[in-house]
């Protein structure tokens, strides 16, 4: 009898046909107890990435082919539809996995049933990112306020029924949303453990304009959605005012700017239109999320008060 697929690997690419081989075989390099199985969900790349994969991978990898380019988020939205796993990888495809065991490092996250989400540790440019507070052998369960998409794992059940990704957002801030909508559910993201952390390269394929515009933008949109109406107003000012001094500091103003009014012109719209773009979570959770982006991953001890 074939054993039961636990992970599932997505990856979303756009023409990167390099960095995803480098991913893809870190991938099939990992040594797991049960069968991985990955997904490419393939953007309507224009170079050779579908003719690589086709030609070295030949059934370990499940190819799928988009004919317009749908962008990240819906990718992953689709392909973990698609995925056969309990749990679902999340990587992007110039991550690569370098220690063999992170797989199964990882899935050990999940045998607590609180944990919906992990955030694995990477390096990038240097500098480690959503490392576990007590190291490579931390034995205790920490909860972090958001993963990040390029290095993460998601419970598939609890992932669709909260319905993936908002799409709404496009590109950036996809994966604190969800991880807050995660907390008021009653579930966390931890954070993974793991002997050697991931590495994201960051291709230098990536659009400035695009990163800034909708990241002021859905900075803005985040708190409109998620924000308790008590809290609104302040943290959408302070929003604001540190969005100015970031863009400023970056020198890089077109693309900021227009962000912002864009931001402003759909909370304006769902205002005085009703659009229902409003779902705010509980202070409670809302406060906590706050204390650990400021403060630091907490220990899962500190919210069981949480769990549903």
Request: charged share 25%; glycine share 6%; net charge neutral.
């Amino acid at each position: 009898m074939d054993q039961k697929t636990r992970a599932s690997f997505v990856v979303s690419t756009y023409n990167r046909a390099s960095d995803l081989e480098r991913c893809i075989d870190s991938i099939l390099a990992q040594q797991c107890h049960s069968p991985i199985e990955i997904l490419i969900i393939d953007d309507a790349s224009t170079d050779h990435t579908v003719e690589m994969i086709r030609k070295k991978y030949d059934n370990r990898v499940k190819l799928i082919c988009r004919e317009t380019n749908c962008g990240s988020i819906r990718n992953r939205n689709y392909g973990a539809n698609l995925s056969a796993g309990d749990i679902v990888f999340i990587v992007d495809d110039d991550s690569e996995l370098p220690g063999i065991h992170t797989v199964e490092e990882v899935l050990q996250q999940f045998n607590d049933q609180r944990i919906g989400a992990v955030a694995i540790p990477f390096i990038q440019d240097g500098n480690l990112i959503n490392g576990h507070p007590q190291g490579k052998n931390g034995s205790d369960i920490f909860i972090a306020a958001s993963f990040i998409g390029c290095a993460c794992a998601v419970r598939r059940d609890t992932f669709l029924g909260l319905g993936g990704f908002d799409e709404f957002f496009y590109h950036q801030v996809e994966e604190d949303d969800f991880c807050i909508r995660l907390l008021e559910s009653g579930k966390m993201c931890a954070i993974a453990a793991v002997s050697e952390p991931m590495r994201h390269f960051e291709s230098p394929a990536r659009s400035f304009e695009k990163w800034d515009f909708y990241g002021r933008r859905n900075s803005l949109l985040y708190i409109w959605k998620n924000c308790p109406t008590v809290y609104l107003l302040p943290n959408l000012a302070i929003n604001t005012f540190r969005g100015i001094q970031h863009t400023f500091r970056k020198n890089r103003y077109l693309w900021n700017i227009k962000g912002m009014i864009d931001g402003y012109r759909i909370i304006c719209r769902s205002f005085f239109n009703s659009d229902q773009l409003r779902y705010p979570v509980r202070k409670s959770v809302y406060n906590i999320v706050r204390q650990m982006r400021n403060k630091g991953p907490l220990p899962l001890s500190s919210l069981d008060h949480l769990s549903k």
